[in-house]
């Protein structure tokens, strides 16, 4: 059956087999999550501290996310935005430093780890803006997924948030089933001057009606401004 549920629980799969094939095994399961990106354009994100805990705080776990809209990419693009994002625990829980700038920029720590869990770069020079984040998983690496007893067949639906019509729609001039008046393929939404920050580690976010400078007491991260 094709449902998230399928999906997440072959994601934790997923990362099983990754953890013991480029990590030895030593990676905690963390908490894997299926949610959207909102406004973020990132296919998927690792919190910057454990996020999920339960009432006694003896249960610590991180959270690695793969973006609701994404999920039916080409397999090897979600196996490549897992095995990115496990490096990012990797580092998490050695205590190295491995983005700058508000969680955007991937240093040189960043791209020398990649380096060493199945990964290659197209390019020699770092992107200006985020930096070493551009690694590609390898022929080699591809090979290996192979070998996962991974079913492909549950990463063939993805979260319908950017516009797309594909069911049938509501009654024209009402709202759809998410409750939004949609028109012309995108959501109509009021003018509001109303700013949205949100932090690049675990995607809190607030609002402010003016220019704020605001920091997310759970991660430490700077909150970014989106539009």
């Not at 919190?47 to 610590?60: A, F, H, N, V």
């Not at 060493?116 to 998983?137: C, H, M, Q, T, V």
């Not at 409750?179 to 109509?188: F, P």
């Amino acid at each position: 059956m094709v449902n998230i549920e399928a999906a997440t629980e072959e994601l934790h799969r997923a990362f099983r087999c990754l953890n013991e094939a480029f990590f030895d095994g030593e990676l905690s399961e963390p908490a894997i999550t299926i949610q959207t990106g909102g406004k973020r354009s990132t296919m998927g994100w690792c919190s910057r501290s454990p996020i999920w805990l339960d009432s006694e705080g003896k249960i610590q776990l991180y959270e690695i996310n793969i973006a609701a809209e994404y999920l039916n990419n080409d397999f090897y693009e979600t196996m490549d935005t897992m095995l990115h994002e496990m490096v990012h625990l990797y580092n998490k829980i050695r205590g190295v430093q491995d983005v700058s700038r508000g969680g955007q920029y991937h240093n040189k720590r960043f791209r020398d780890e990649c380096l060493r869990r199945g990964f290659y770069y197209p390019s020699n020079e770092p992107d200006k803006k985020l930096g070493w984040s551009f690694a590609k998983i390898t022929d080699e690496t591809k090979a290996k997924i192979d070998q996962f007893k991974i079913n492909r067949d549950v990463f063939v639906i993805a979260r319908n948030t950017f516009g797309t019509v594909v069911s049938v729609p509501a009654a024209e001039g009402g709202p759809s089933e998410s409750g939004e008046v949609a028109g012309k393929g995108e959501t109509q939404r009021k003018k509001s001057h109303i700013r949205k920050y949100v932090c690049p580690g675990c995607g809190n976010s607030v609002r402010a009606s003016k220019v704020v400078n605001i920091r997310c007491d759970d991660c430490d991260e700077k909150m970014v401004e989106v539009p």
